[in-house]
């Protein structure tokens, strides 16, 4: 069997059965390959041929005379090995690496291009296949009409009598079209990846843009000190709430970054922790949910950290204690900087005995790391979306620390954010 | 040619703005001018137009949009601005999202006022 017989088979499948006598084949639907004489009692049956084979792609490998010494596994299909409980075999050559001894089945393959002994064909529409939710064609990455037909043609070929038969099975180019279509898809996502990247990043531009101007906007009036009495207040409202819907642009669009691993943090060292701190009691200072915000700053904390980021953090978990409080109450929120040993420092949030808390199923569900995920009581007490919570939790991982919430429902939450002086190199 | 003219009006700062969108440019001056009175504002709406500027005057603070329209685009200013004399820390660019920039650069993201103002009247006491 030559290169060239081989290139025949695997590209004018028809063809190489074009060249076996009429006589040969016996072709039912639905008739057992026992019915039809094939005795798997006595045969071993051989799956794995050249690559239209639904278990795995395989390639044929030739020697500088253009002869058949090896088949190659390029990739077996594990839906297919999960569907008959067998480990999934290594990829690689078959002649070294498999159950079957590739000398001695080579002049069995060479039998079976000449003159196979029977050949059974049997024609499957490929959703009545798939309507198996346990077929193996069910590839994850496979979009097979539903007019597709499965075509398998099963070859004996006698052996000796002290020896098994050998049953080939070809089967039409599943495999091939899962495989191609497999580097296809990738090919597809990683563009729809990159789109979706750009469009992401267009749209927070273009939606940030006005929510701005219109902040600007009012800016500049509630700065006017001839104002009527309640304006400034409703227009600061009206400003909070487009900045809040700006930063809400954002953090979509930074979850969205992180979730593909494309966001980068932009560290700088010597980092007076201390000042991020004070800079969010500051800005929640005149916020009318809270009652008290107690600031206890270690001023002695440096570190390497994007200032931006964790600000953004600290300012995400003070706006939460003072939106999730206890009904008819303001919240009395805590912010502490501390020292946790020589690697860690500390920044913790805590807003008992106001606050609103949470139960134990809530926690394990923020913790799981659903976007837009909130608890219910949470849902009842403001507007939000949840993707603060996981942001935060990202942005503090990325810095290489950690959050962890500690929490009782009815009295509140205590939200520490722990944070290496010094992140490690990023590998 | 005759050199390159760098006027500075007396001691009044003078700032220059750079948006691709006009409209929020007139809102962007506005709201300067309420932060910052008795400073000289430009505006420019390409980045050819503001380099042209920088190149014909000496600013006290520029302050330019990074994508205008492409990613990036703003970098080429600040690159402008940095040759022509404006110190790094009188340089600042906004973005509507999270790029990474250099450490060099004072980012500020677009909406946040507070974080405008306050950079703002650092640059310019």
Redesign the interface.
Known sequence: MTNKDWAKLESDMPNFFDQIPEELYTEAQGDSLTQAGFDFSHAARLFFFISPSPIGLHEPIFDAQQTLVDIKLLRANSAWYRYKSSPLPEDGSLASKTRFKFEELLPHLRKCWDKPDRVHTQRFDISEVLSDPNSPYQFPDSNFTSGYQLVSHWIRISAAEDRSDLILEFSNDLDRAAFENYADQGRQLERLLTQRQQWL?DA??????????A???L??VT?REDLPEGVPATLRTAERY??QM??L??DM??TA?LEQDA????T?PNIRVHEIVEEIAE?FAADHDILSLRSVPDRSITATLDR?RIRQVVRNLVSNAAKYRQEAKQATIALTLRRAGDTYFEIIVDDTPNGLGMNDTDLEALNSEQPFWRAEAAKAVATGTGLGVQLSRKLVERSGGEIIYESEFGVGTTVTVRLPYIPMESP | MFGRKKNRLNNTPSVLLV?D?K??LD??S??IA??KPNTHIQTASSVQEALNLIDSQRFSLIISDY?MPH?GAGLDIFRAAHQSGVPKSNFIML????D??P?EIL?I??????ALESAIIQALP
């Open positions: 990043g927070s531009h273009e939606l940030r843009g006005p929510l701005n101007a902040a600007m906007s800016n500049v700065r487009l900045v700006s930063d642009v954002r669009f930074d970054k966001f980068e943090l932009a700088t800005e931006d | 948006d969108d409209g929020q809102v962007f506005t709201w309420a932060v994508s990613a973005s509507g999202t999270s990474a920039l450490d980012l993201s677009k909406g946040d006022l507070a």
